[in-house]
């Protein structure tokens, strides 16, 4: 793919200009209040569609927030995280804090999450209440952080992203937890971000932000679930592949630290859209960037992005996914780089660090189409 260096003030002007003339359609309708210590650290959001929950990786309250999404009420949280580890000077060493990546297994219907002490914890959220059930070492000296379910063959694959030589572990959702693979990945040299099974071609797909030292150049890696290897590199350049999501078929959407005047100054904002089965660049979108999280509604036909790093501050970014275009970015908050959608209702869950102006304390910020 072509370089998409832009120049900076060229790039602001055009962008002013774009989100001039776009009709604002999606705003924030609600919140949803969460008790405890106000809301400063958290990490991944997810939505059990046929339950109606809400769930949140939050590192502020040391475990897994869950709400109704039929109420937009907060129900209950599970403990037992590390929550924030803290540097001398006070800092949140988020390498070392948990809980982190959260993926649900419809299955067997539980919650997995990443830890901050290179675990992975396994809540049962069939019971009522939920519980934790299990807890499942990787090895490593930091953070177990982002993951993902292949439900087929019952298996979820995890990256230990602060570790070096980075790597991704592989465990059997059966209740002995079996680690049945691990895959070290030393050029993936600045860790492995959000994966992502894609039932259409049987394969993980797992963001690479740099590969090889080139900080421009990074992209999907595809691990066979059935034989727990590395089987390529889709290369994705200009980017820093971050969020992932399976959308339609085998299209995904990825998100771009691109537009990051921290991680990649002078480049462009990108959100790529990628067909894993040709392994070519179908779109990309310009108009955001500077995302984590990602998140689809395949009804509705809109991409949504948690994008923390957007220039001029955070939004969340709204795509149509018909037409792969850009439809607006609505400004959110500090920080607020987890998205989630509700596929029934088609309500999008963004977690808004304290303070806000919608909440002081904290919240999820409800987001829905006009």
Partial sequence: MPSRVLPIVAFALALAAAEAIAASDTGLIATMSIPGNPLDNFDIGAVDQAAGRYYLADRSNSGID????TTRSYIGRVTGFVGIKRRPDGSAANNMSGPNGIAIDNVRHELWAGDGDSSLKVIDIASVPAKLIATVRTGGQGRADELTVDEKDGIVLIGNNADRPTYVTLISTKPDHAIVGKIVMPEADDGIDQPTYVAETGLFYASVPVWKGEKNHGGLAVIDPKTAKLVKLIEIDDCQPAGSLHAS???????????????????????????VKTERVVKVVHEVGGEDEVAFD????????GSRDQPGGAVLGVIDARSNSWIENIPTGVNAHSVAVDNRSHLVFVPLTAPNPACASGCIGIYRTK
């Fill in 66 to 69: 869950i709400f109704d999404t």
């Fill in 298 to 305: 395949p009804g509705a036909q809109r991409y949504y992005t």
């Fill in 249 to 275: 078929g085998t299209l995904m959407l990825v998100g771009c630290s691109a537009g990051s005047a921290a991680r990649m100054p002078g480049v462009a904002p990108a959100t790529v859209i990628v067909d």
